[in-house]
């Protein structure tokens, strides 16, 4: 069996610890703060390897805090139907197998039709998701801060 063959995406909605305890620290608290508010209208779901749980991220239906500095554009970006891709992470150990594109290609399957946007603070993850059909839609800088907002060009063409 390959390991394309060995990977599942798991629905931990209902209880998204699991997926919890495998974020750093500082984003296992945000979204534990948040999760109260958003439970009902998000998604998590967790990408497992055989029976290890070896990463996830979470659609969100409405916008978040981090949203915030550029929330017009956030509130249109739902009202399009697009979902809001967030936490999207995968254990520095199973790093370097694409496993995070493996994640976006089976939420994809998983909600056919669904377009999804996201915003990433790290320059050098734009080419990540570049390659795995997202483009950069509008940079937005506060406070020497800069953030790329980039949407699925797949699904929002």
Do not use: K
Not at 120 to 148: C, K, P
Request: with cysteine; proline share 5%.
């Amino acid at each position: 069996m390959s390991t394309a063959a060995a990977l599942r995406l798991i629905d931990l909605s209902a209880d998204p610890r699991p997926f919890l305890d495998l974020l750093p620290a500082d984003w296992r608290e945000e979204l534990v703060a948040l999760w109260p508010a958003y439970a009902s209208t998000s998604t998590v779901l967790g990408l497992q390897l055989d029976a290890s749980l070896i990463g996830g991220g979470v659609l969100f239906r409405q916008p978040t805090p981090d949203t915030l500095g550029y929330a017009d554009l956030a509130r249109s970006l739902f009202a399009r139907g697009l979902l809001y891709i967030g936490y999207l992470w995968i254990a520095p150990a199973q790093r370097g197998h694409d496993y995070g594109g493996a994640w976006l290609d089976a939420v994809r399957q998983r909600f056919p039709g669904c377009g999804f946007w996201l915003a990433i603070e790290d320059a050098g993850l734009r080419r990540f998701y570049q390659l795995h059909g997202f483009d950069v839609m509008q940079a937005y800088t506060s406070n020497d801060h800069t953030e790329w907002i980039m949407t699925d060009n797949i699904r929002t063409a």
